[in-house]
Nanobody
Framework: QVQLVESGGGLVEPGGSLRLSCAGAEFTPDFPTIGWFRQAPGKERNGVACISNNYPITYYTDSVKGRFTISRDNASHTLYLQMNNLKPEDPAVYYC???????????????????????WGQGTQVTVSS
């Protein structure tokens, strides 16, 4: 299991930007997808954006398309999430995680299907407020 450590969260005004980082973001044979998930208070943990090591595809949930960009630095094994034009519906704790299939980045499979996921980071809080 890899150890994931998120950073970069904070308070930003609506329309502002943040860049989240996830150190230790290595693909493994059993979990060849890495992504960002978020969970707001009282809500399910949902996938935001994921990338696959097996296929040249990325996943974005509809509400962040055109605003968020996922990327990974292969040399440093760091995953990023550039978040632009942040909106009042974006605040949550953001987690990075390794995943068995990029399909599991859509929908809400955690915690009911824990075996779909490998490692989770501790999360970083994103707050959007004026």
């Amino acid at each position: 299991q890899v150890q994931l450590v998120e950073s970069g969260g904070g308070l930003v005004e609506p329309g502002g930007s943040l860049r989240l980082s996830c150190a230790g973001a290595e693909f493994t044979p059993d979990f060849p997808t890495i992504g960002w998930f978020r969970q707001a208070p009282g809500k399910e943990r949902n996938g935001v954006a994921c990338i696959s090591n097996n296929y040249p595809i990325t996943y974005y949930t509809d509400s962040v398309k055109g605003r968020f960009t996922i990327s990974r630095d292969n040399a440093s094994h760091t995953l990023y999430l550039q978040m632009n034009n942040l909106k009042p519906e974006d605040p949550a704790v953001y987690y990075c995680a390794t995943v068995k299939l990029i399909h599991y980045c859509s929908g809400s499979y955690f915690p009911e299907r824990p075996h779909f996921f490998g490692s989770w980071g501790q999360g970083t809080q994103v707050t959007v407020s004026s």
